[in-house]
């Protein structure tokens, strides 16, 4: 005869905490993208070049506040290759992998787990962020070492950072998951190329005709560079208008890419 109450069972069965869920798949998503050599040399290598390229070598004409040399370009060039850093990760690297994950049937599979598309993407961004802190940390050595002075303070720094991610991020996922993977392969890589010359990475926006200028300071990277660099060079505070260039970016491009994600 047994003596346990009828109908209760351990381990209980079903799904884990949402949060849990999530933070299982952020680790899983961080080590993916820390093993990808491709993904290493997109948000790694690149970034490094251009800050140290740029800044050694007299390529573009850039604002500075003191005599030209290579301490004085770095600070210019320094914020805008952070923002070049978010946009490799968040759009670049990660459209171009989610796009290939719908292709060979891995979001199929998550797709019949019990975690929710929205979840997905915010494991997804959480592990973009672990990456970008790398990131930061890694272009700041290299800055450093090549005389940069930063001025302002690091919240300013820290929400755009945040903000940028977000946008990007929702863009990436919104292009991988409607999109065919090779046309993502192209477009994200062709994106890139695109905003690393007209976002205000490397070259000054007052470098373009002024209705050009006006359309490439609405763009996230360009609004991202700006606020980055109000802060980071001119020591300024927290720059609103370019932050709530990219808030009204993260809004709807990640409302777009919960709405029409599509898992395969």
């Given at each position: 005869?047994?003596t346990?109450i ?5 381990p ?14 952020a680790?899983?998503?961080t ?7 491709e993904?290493?040399?997109?948000t790694?290598?690149?970034p490094?070049l ?7 070598v007299?390529?573009?004409?850039v604002?500075?506040?003191t ?11 320094a914020?805008?290759?952070l ?7 968040a ?16 979001l ?7 975690l ?10 959480c592990?973009?962020?672990?990456t ?7 272009l ?6 090549l ?11 820290a ?7 977000a946008?990007f ?9 409607t999109?065919?993977a ?10 890139f190329?695109l905003l ?6 490397i ?5 373009f ?7 490439l300071?609405?763009l996230?990277?360009?609004?991202l ?5 109000q ?8 720059p609103w ?15 777009a890419?919960?709405?029409f994600?599509?898992w395969e």
């Open positions: 005869m047994t346990g009828e109908g209760t069972f351990a209980h069965p079903g799904a884990a905490p949402l949060p849990r869920m999530i933070a299982a798949q680790a899983l998503e080590r993916m993208l820390l093993r990808h050599g993904q290493l040399l997109l790694v290598v690149i490094t251009v800050l140290v390229l740029f800044s050694a007299q390529i573009v004409d604002p500075v506040r005599a030209a040399g290579a301490g004085a370009r770095v600070d210019f060039l914020p805008g290759v923002a070049l850093a978010v946009l490799s990760t759009f670049t690297g990660q459209a171009i992998s989610t796009g290939f994950e719908r292709r060979y049937g891995v199929k599979r998550l797709a019949a787990s019990p929710p598309r929205w979840a997905l993407m915010t494991a997804k961004t592990a973009v962020l672990v970008e802190l790398l990131q930061v940390l890694l700041s050595v290299v800055a450093f070492t005389g940069w002075s930063p001025q302002g303070g690091l919240l300013a720094v929400l755009l950072l945040v903000a940028g991610t946008a991020s929702g863009l990436g996922l919104l292009m991988a998951g999109l065919r090779e046309a993502t392969l192209a477009a994200a890589n062709l994106v190329v690393l010359v007209g976002g205000g990475v070259v000054p926006l007052s470098r005709p002024g209705p050009l200028r006006t359309v300071e609405l996230p990277v360009s609004a560079s700006d606020g980055l660099r802060v980071l060079q001119h020591g300024a505070g927290m208008a370019d932050l709530g260039v990219l808030a009204g970016w993260a809004v709807l491009s990640l409302g890419a919960a709405r994600f599509r």
